[in-house]
């Protein structure tokens, strides 16, 4: 399962975000530092394709993927250098698979905190990047000592190599996600019915070099996106907020933006007036759909399903996976014992109206173990053990 570290400074509303994805109901408050320690939480993901695929089979059980979202204690500035929470924010982002950056851009006389998102984020990266340039000046000296008592390799020589030009980016205040290439997140249906087979991101150079990294646990070396919590009556031009950000981050990281307080009344209602609600007033799925959409774009996440009458369920993949690692993610024994997997997309099963009239159509295709899954396949396992 994916983890999502939701990262903000005080009162920036990630908390409240947090509640409002989980169901939690972890502390909120007016003042500084209500979150103190990390808080967890499962957030199940929304799939409107696995809801029709449910109805169509007539499912006792709809199992929906999840992420797993920390809510990181408040940084401020100077928490690189032991101010505010200090250590006990960057202990709890070392942990997580991306960053969440939740910035508030609405003022509010009776809650203090940074209201220009830009500003927030400009504290946020500087505070990750001299973190980040602290713990590779460490590295560093123990790899140059490592280097002069041996014989040099060219292992050890790349990876100095790697970690001085990240230590160049980062004395300049830089995070080092802002060398990587961005993802656009995958809206919903990417991937459905196309007839490609090679995963969303290409091996580019700069995917290569964070992999060279991947040893030194930079913790601005994680993928990135932006939440942007904006007030009820910004609605209407939250595109300016949020083309704002984007332009601060020259094209380095994705931006939404969410009223973190509609969402935290929606997610007291039960879901059909949830869902009502968030109808009304143009929110579609909600926050939550618009964060895990986010993650599973910079993650390169995909979903597979699979169906019937006692359960459909959506199952969470790394994009380029084979269709015996995809079996594996049901269950050990059948990537162990896979002989073939019988394969539809979700769209051409619904349009079948049923599984065995798919089959009886030829519209279930038999792949063997080189076969790539697409994100929206169904899969049905075929095993021996």
């Not at 100077?78 to 960057?90: K, P």
Request: negative net charge; charged residues 25%; hydrophobic residues 40%.
């Amino acid at each position: 399962m994916e983890h999502i570290g939701l990262v903000g400074l005080p009162n920036s509303g990630k908390t409240s975000l947090f509640n409002a994805a989980t169901g939690s109901d972890a502390l909120t408050g007016k003042h500084p530092f209500t979150t103190t320690e990390s808080s967890v939480g499962i957030a199940h993901v929304p799939d409107s394709r696995l809801n029709a695929l449910a109805s169509m089979s007539s499912s006792k059980k709809t199992v929906y993927t999840g992420v797993e979202l920390v809510d990181i204690a408040g940084l401020v500035k100077g928490s690189s250098e032991g101010s505010g929470l200090g250590n006990r924010f960057l202990a709890g982002i070392r942990e997580v698979d991306a960053l969440c950056m939740v910035l508030r851009a609405f003022d509010d006389p009776e809650i203090p905190g940074e209201s220009d998102p830009v500003e927030a984020l400009s504290i946020l990266e500087i505070e990750l990047a001299m973190a980040d340039l602290a713990s590779l000046e460490v590295q560093l000296e123990r790899r140059r000592k490592s280097l002069k008592s041996k014989k040099p390799d060219n292992a050890t020589e790349e990876e100095i190599a790697a970690m001085e030009e990240a230590y160049e980016l980062l004395s300049s205040g830089v995070p080092m996600y802002r060398s990587m290439p961005n993802h656009s997140p995958l809206e919903e249906g990417a991937g459905e019915g196309h007839g490609g087979q090679s995963p969303p991101s290409a091996a580019t150079g700069a995917l290569r070099a964070r992999e060279a990294r991947k040893g030194m646990f930079l913790l601005t070396d994680k993928p990135m996106f932006c939440v942007i919590n904006i007030g009820e009556d910004d609605m209407g031009n939250s595109s300016e907020i949020v083309n704002k950000v984007q332009a601060y981050l020259g094209g380095s990281g994705n931006v939404v933006a969410v009223c973190v307080q509609l969402e935290m009344e929606a997610a007291q209602l039960p879901p059909g007036e949830r869902a009502e609600m968030l109808e009304g007033l143009g929110l579609g799925e909600g926050a939550l759909s618009m964060v895990a959409h986010q993650a599973y774009a910079m993650l390169d996440r995909w979903t597979f399903l699979t169906t019937g009458d006692k359960e459909s369920r959506a199952w969470s993949f790394r994009a380029g996976s084979t269709a015996p690692e995809c079996a594996g993610v049901i269950h050990s024994d059948l990537q162990r014992g896979f002989i073939r997997a019988e394969v539809i997309n979700w769209k051409a099963l619904l349009d079948a109206g049923s599984w065995s009239n798919a089959r009886h159509n030829g519209l279930i295709r038999l792949e063997g173990k080189d076969y790539l899954v697409q994100d929206g396949d169904v899969l049905e396992i075929r095993f021996n053990v």
